[in-house]
């Protein structure tokens, strides 16, 4: 299963130390029912023979609920049973000999106190941390206290994501808003409820609230980007575009280092494939060899490993290949995967067995993939011809695929309103219209611009809205270039204060 940060939002551990009136298992799935979006299960005196038909059976429980099960310290069991995962303490196993020892897609978490030791985590190939204790814990009533403001801190210097645990009720779990962490660890808040399915429910709608609010709050007349900003001044973020050349500018990664670079973070990119086009149309394709893509790829991901991928069109099922292998060695994080197969006049643009391979490939390591109506329809199998149908086909290929879902409506439908479909729950963005011919590049700008506000630590759905919200002001600027559908304006904002600034100046109008 692969790893997604949204399943720690509530991580429920447990063990045998609350077995009463129901079993184990009974209690799992009560928790399960209720919304648990991670289960691990911590047995530290059952024989190993017990606790792998423990785990046997639990992992079937979790995987028919489709949330991951992590085992406590023990790698053998985990990889004995088909858990998906371990978590390991300070003191067992290292993480990077567990990495070396497990599967591409199988989950690490190891326990962080300290920033350094998040680094460390994070370098030896964590995929999470556990973070605390951050209130006095029962299981341990010794552990060191971590205050809201050094779990914020450890969180913000990694790009791993991270759980608070330790003590966490339904009386304090408010207390860790602004702590920077992706999700809470609950034991006997749930595992001691006399309702487990009544008390998971509302424990996972509190941390929600805790998790969406997790950006300070703005005070009046600051700019919303000064957090950003600043967190950019410390730690440049960076994003990584594999695409084709667009000798106009408009689109591939042109327009996806210009997109990037205007949302705040580092661009980088390995080029699939050299074009000689304009806005009226391509004129030559000059595809890179699969040994020369590996190569750009690994020349950056040993240097600077960026923290957010966006992928372009690639038509060739052997690049294609090559890529879902590096991103899997490298376990690059905040893919975004547009899949240029069909254009929006219906036009195939990928071969069949590329499409395919696309489908085996990329789509299982994306944490967002963006297509459009006709994409979409190709991928579910469905006709969309409604806001109903978006919804469906939608949601049929999250859970077909194991990630998030925006489907880009598009005039034709729903007046380009796009919907986002992330972990069973569905948001509507409404878009703006602007009539404006010169749309070339959007899709890439617009997949461009959500893994960059990815890159930064914004949620999926916010990194979307901001996305949106660039590239509306892209198109309003009316940029008219060339002969063709022209490119849009990617540096609108610092034409705008440019503009503002010589005004100021009495320049404008009097030279």
Not at 297 to 323: C, H, N, Q, T, Y
Not at 446 to 469: H, Y
Request: contains cysteine; proline residues 3%.
């Amino acid at each position: 299963m692969k790893f997604r940060k949204e399943m720690l939002l509530l991580y429920a551990v447990t063990d045998r130390g609350f077995v009463g009136r129901q079993s184990l298992y009974e209690q799992i799935e009560e928790a399960l029912k209720g919304g648990a979006t991670m289960i691990q299960l911590r047995e530290k005196n059952l024989p190993e023979e017990e606790l792998l038909r423990e785990a046997v059976e639990i992992k079937k429980l979790c995987h028919r609920y489709k949330v991951p099960l992590i085992i406590n310290d023990n790698v053998e069991i985990a990889l004995k049973s088909g858990a998906d995962g371990v978590h390991v303490g300070m003191e067992d196993t290292p993480v990077a000999e567990i990495r070396r020892r497990v599967p591409a897609d199988f989950i690490i978490g190891a326990t962080a106190k300290t920033v350094e030791q998040a680094k460390a985590a994070e370098q030896a190939g964590a995929d999470y941390l556990g973070v605390g204790a951050v209130f006095p814990s029962p299981t341990k009533k010794n552990a060191i206290r971590i205050t809201t403001e050094q779990l914020r801190e450890i969180c913000s210097s990694v790009s791993i994501p991270a759980v608070a645990i330790g003590g966490i009720s339904l009386e304090n779990i408010s207390e860790l808003k602004h702590g920077g962490m992706s999700g809470v660890a609950v034991v006997s808040a749930i595992f001691g409820a006399e309702d487990i399915q009544k008390a998971t429910a509302v424990l996972k709608e509190k941390a929600k609230a805790v998790v969406a609010a997790e950006e300070p709050v703005v005070q009046k007349g600051q700019d919303k980007t000064a957090k950003v900003t600043l967190e950019g001044v410390r730690k440049m973020r960076t994003a990584l575009s594999i695409a084709g050349s667009d000798s106009s500018g408009g689109a591939g990664i042109q327009a996806d280092i210009k997109t990037m670079t205007m949302n705040g973070v580092y661009a980088m990119s390995a080029v699939t494939a050299l074009t000689a086009q304009n806005t009226t149309g391509v004129r030559a394709i000059q595809e890179a060899t699969p040994e020369f893509l590996q190569q750009q790829l690994d020349a950056v991901f040993e240097d600077i490993f960026p923290d957010a991928v966006k992928i372009g069109m690639v038509s060739s099922g052997e690049l294609i290949r090559v890529i879902g292998e590096r991103l899997r060695y490298y376990k690059a994080k905040n893919i975004v995967v547009d899949p240029v197969m069909v254009a929006t006049s219906g036009s195939r643009l990928m071969k069949t067995d590329a499409v395919q391979t696309l489908i085996d490939e990329l789509l299982p390591v994306a944490a967002l993939i963006t297509p459009n109506i006709p994409e979409a329809q190709l991928l579910s199998g469905l006709t969309i011809n409604s806001r109903e149908d978006m919804l469906t086909a939608a949601k049929k290929i999250g859970d077909t695929y194991g990630c998030a879902v925006l489907l880009k409506g598009g005039h034709n439908i729903n007046d380009a309103n796009d919907l986002l479909y992330e972990a069973g729950q569905a948001r509507w963005f409404e878009g703006k219209r602007i009539d404006n011919p010169n749309t070339h590049g959007t899709g890439c700008t617009l997949s461009s611009a959500i893994a960059a506000n990815l890159a930064k630590g914004f949620s999926l759905s916010e990194a979307v809205r901001r996305a949106k919200d660039y590239i509306s002001g892209a198109l309003a600027a009316m940029l008219d270039l060339g002969q063709g559908s022209g490119p849009m304006n990617h540096a609108f904002d610092l034409t705008l204060r440019f503009a503002e600034e010589h005004e100021k100046k009495g320049r404008i109008g009097t030279e």
